[in-house]
């Protein structure tokens, strides 16, 4: 019955007047026909905000009595996170008493059901204080634009760094250029310097080292010559000794080789030296040439052979030369020149050792070498000069030239270097503040990082609550967070 009442309510809204009491809506229809029964409705629309504990106009109504039929809403079941709540409506209709309404039974209101509502509907829960969760569309923009913030200030800060250290690299590479180029041009100067005073030490000592070549030809010639007329007498009275030693001996056929030293050692012993040395004939011919031959026998038998026989040949030959030189006249001759022997043989030793203390004589006055002396010492002279005039010209150049010709490269590069580290300045300070924006980005996104109980929010997750609240699906960011969960 209540509902043919609102589709005829719906058909006579032009004549309806509509009363406002904070948020109820009554709206009071009157039927536009004079015959029939004037006919009254109100209707009653409650939002979902909580009701005013006074109502005044609605009392009113209530007092009056007129009859009232009452649509109530279904209760509202409680919101799912993904959805906000509807809102209640409830419409109240009052009919007026007439024949037509005396037709039908009429619904009486229940003030107390009412009235239990209106509790209900005030005492319910204020919303939760959600703070950055409970914001809407334009907090989560604020969100995004802080997102694309940070990556922004980090990008910039990273690749101002980036710059800086290229920029610091470069100045170090050309500092380290410049200071080879100097080192390289100072050293090649240093190198022509002492190559230029180089030549005249060499030159010098050249000087020298022909001079005293010069004096030590000369003085050998010298020293020869003293020698052959010290020793001249010596070397002639040999000459005589020899000569008669040749002729007695080729009148007595006595074989040439008796003549010599070593045979009067062998056959005519006389002094100690000559039995030292037929001690070491005797050791060498009948004890070492036997060993080293029977070294290769394999027995002993034919080692004690063998070593007897070697004995025995050199024995033969020794007595078959004594017998053979020492047979008749040839003996006396033998035994007479002895003495001839050994007298050559002492003039010898005297000549040697004459020979021997002239060369080591320090006194080279009586060689007339001054000449050679004072082309020496002329060029040791020339030389001395050279080596201080080198080492003054280096100390010059160490202490003046090198330096100026260091300021005069280094003043050159001058402006590249300045430029170099004021961009590196600007670039410093450009990254300080920089450095302040990246800092201030991360301040604030770690307090959306707390808020949102996670570390670093991505874009496309902020983008996609956006987009869920865009449309309708949610009114708070927790709303959307939840819908997105759901998925």
Not at 58 to 64: A, S
Not at 239 to 262: H, M, N, R, T, W
Request: negative net charge.
């Amino acid at each position: 019955m209540g509902n043919e009442n609102n589709k005829m309510d719906n058909e006579n809204m032009a004549g309806s007047e509509v009363v406002k009491d904070n948020d109820i809506e009554l709206v009071l229809e009157n039927s536009p026909e004079p015959e029939s029964k004037p006919e009254s409705k109100i209707e009653l629309v409650l939002d979902s905000d909580p009701i005013p504990d006074e109502m005044p106009h609605l009392d009113q109504f209530l007092e009056k009595g007129p009859e009232l039929e009452l649509e109530p809403a279904p209760k509202p079941e409680e919101p799912a996170d993904e959805e906000p709540a509807a809102e209640p409506e409830v419409d109240t209709v009052f009919e007026p008493e007439g024949e037509e309404a005396a037709e039908e039974p009429k619904e009486e209101v229940d003030k107390e059901g009412l009235e239990e509502l209106l509790e209900e509907l005030e005492e319910e829960p204020e919303p939760e204080d959600l703070g950055i969760l409970g914001g809407g569309v334009e907090q989560l923009e604020q969100i995004q634009k802080a997102i694309f913030n940070l990556a922004q200030t980090e990008q910039e800060y990273k690749e101002t760094e980036r710059s800086l250290k290229a920029k610091k690299k470069e100045l170090d590479v050309q500092k380290k250029r410049v200071e080879e180029k100097i080192a390289s041009t100072i050293k090649k100067a240093r190198t022509d310097l002492e190559k230029e005073f180089d030549e005249g030490i060499n030159t010098a000592e050249k000087a020298i080292k022909e001079a005293e070549t010069q004096k030590k030809n000369a003085k050998a010639l010298a020293v020869n010559e003293r020698m052959k007329r010290e020793n001249s007498s010596l070397v002639d009275e040999n000459k005589v000794l020899d000569a008669e030693i040749k002729s007695k001996f080729k009148e007595a056929k006595v074989p040439g080789i008796c003549q010599s030293s070593l045979y009067y050692s062998l056959f005519y012993p006389k002094k100690q030296t000559d039995y030292l040395i037929c001690a070491v004939g005797i050791l060498i011919f009948a004890g070492v040439i036997p060993f080293i031959v029977t070294r290769f026998l394999s027995t002993d038998f034919l080692k004690v052979l063998v070593w007897i026989l070697i004995a025995v040949f050199f024995a033969a030959i020794y007595f078959l030369i004594s017998a053979w030189t020492k047979k008749g006249e040839k003996n006396e001759v033998l035994k007479n020149m002895r003495t001839h022997v050994d007298q050559i043989a002492d003039n010898k030793k005297f000549i040697k050792n004459r020979n021997k203390n002239i060369k080591a004589d320090p006194d080279e006055s009586q060689y007339n070498l001054y000449e050679y002396d004072q082309q020496i010492e002329e060029a040791r002279t020339d030389l001395d000069n050279a080596k201080a005039e080198k080492e003054q010209a280096m100390l010059k150049f160490e202490n003046e030239d090198s330096v100026s010709m260091r300021n005069e490269m280094e003043a050159e590069k001058a402006p590249i270097f300045q430029q170099l580290e004021k961009e590196i300045e600007q670039m410093s300070e450009d990254l300080d503040t920089r450095s302040d924006s990246y800092q201030e980005a991360l301040r604030v996104m770690d307090e959306y990082n707390d808020a949102f109980g996670e570390k670093g929010l991505k874009a496309d997750k902020v983008e996609e609550w956006l987009t869920i609240m865009k449309e309708g699906r949610a009114s708070t960011i927790r709303e959307a967070m939840n819908v997105q969960k759901n998925k």
